[in-house]
């Protein structure tokens, strides 16, 4: 499913049926946002996010520990070290980042969860169904192989919960990662809390796409297989 942002556009979200129109529309939003992308001002961009690596044809940055370069002729985004394909999701995620990054932005030290980050309290139970809890499962049982994959993404150790770790998503928006696993009597439970700025930052739906992100990596670093329906 695609809602529509504040701007008219319809934007990405996961939410979808996984049929090959989704594909199809996503790679549609890709070539989209790469032509809206070749509309910024690059000064003003530099100015909005001074964590950017500027080179003479690319600008780098880094999402969840990998980097990434956008060619600053044609817009095109490819991963710095690696041939593979990047996704239309991770494609829409940093266009987006690009786009919506406010001038003086900053991360407040407020941290909240979801349905407290602004305008995004109608997309809560969407998020707890496929975010938190393909997040509880696939852990459950597997707290040292959390501990272990939030430490390989230079999570920060937090006292909260079973694991509690500060992940960077990008430089400018980290992200706390909580969970608590489960025994014989309860369910593992997990939480996910944003800055109350990361709006300033980025368009609210994108704030799904990189707690899911979160998820997936933690459990790549992991070795261990996605439970539940985090697109579907």
Same mark, same amino acid.
């Given at each position: 499913?695609?809602?529509?942002?504040?701007?008219?556009?319809?934007?990405?979200?996961?939410?979808?049926?996984? !049929?090959?129109?989704?594909?199809?529309?996503? /790679?549609?939003?890709?070539?989209?946002?790469?032509?809206?992308?070749?509309?910024?001002? /690059?000064?003003?961009?530099?100015?909005?996010?001074? /964590?950017?690596?500027?080179?003479?044809?690319?600008?780098?940055?880094?999402?969840?520990?990998?980097?990434?370069?956008?060619?600053?002729? !044609?817009?095109?985004?490819?991963?710095?070290?690696?041939?593979?394909?990047?996704?239309?999701?991770?494609?829409?995620?940093?266009?987006?980042?690009?786009?919506?990054?406010?001038?003086?932005?900053?991360?407040?030290?407020?941290?909240?969860?979801?349905?407290?980050?602004?305008?995004?309290?109608?997309?809560?139970?969407?998020?707890?169904?496929?975010?938190?809890?393909?997040?509880?499962?696939?852990?459950?049982?597997?707290?040292?192989?959390?501990?272990?994959?939030?430490?390989?993404?230079?999570?920060?150790?937090?006292?909260?919960? !079973?694991?509690?770790?500060?992940?960077?998503?990008? !430089?400018?928006?980290?992200?706390?990662?909580?969970?608590?696993?489960?025994?014989?009597?309860?369910?593992?439970?997990?939480?996910?809390?944003?800055?109350?700025?990361?709006?300033?930052?980025?368009?609210?739906?994108?704030?799904?796409?990189?707690?899911?992100?979160?998820?997936?990596?933690?459990?790549?670093?992991?070795?261990?297989?996605?439970?539940?329906?985090?697109?579907?």
């Amino acid at each position: 499913m695609y809602l529509k942002g504040e701007d008219g556009i319809m934007s990405e979200n996961r939410y979808g049926n996984g !049929d090959v129109g989704i594909i199809s529309n996503y /790679e549609k939003l890709c070539e989209y946002w790469r032509e809206r992308f070749l509309e910024i001002e /690059e000064q003003e961009l530099a100015v909005k996010l001074p /964590e950017l690596i500027w080179q003479e044809e690319h600008i780098l940055l880094t999402y969840y520990g990998k980097e990434y370069c956008i060619n600053r002729k !044609d817009g095109r985004i490819q991963g710095l070290n690696s041939t593979a394909c990047v996704s239309c999701e991770n494609q829409l995620t940093i266009y987006n980042l690009l786009w919506y990054a406010k001038e003086g932005a900053h991360i407040r030290n407020q941290w909240v969860p979801f349905r407290n980050v602004r305008n995004a309290s109608p997309f809560t139970s969407a998020f707890t169904a496929h975010v938190l809890q393909p997040f509880s499962e696939t852990f459950s049982g597997h707290l040292e192989k959390l501990h272990h994959a939030a430490q390989k993404l230079g999570g920060i150790a937090l006292p909260q919960g !079973d694991a509690g770790y500060q992940i960077k998503a990008f !430089d400018c928006i980290p992200v706390q990662f909580f969970f608590w696993d489960g025994d014989d009597e309860f369910r593992a439970q997990s939480n996910i809390l944003f800055d109350y700025g990361v709006t300033d930052f980025i368009h609210v739906e994108s704030t799904v796409s990189i707690a899911s992100d979160g998820i997936l990596r933690l459990a790549e670093e992991a070795e261990l297989p996605l439970k539940g329906h985090i697109y579907d």
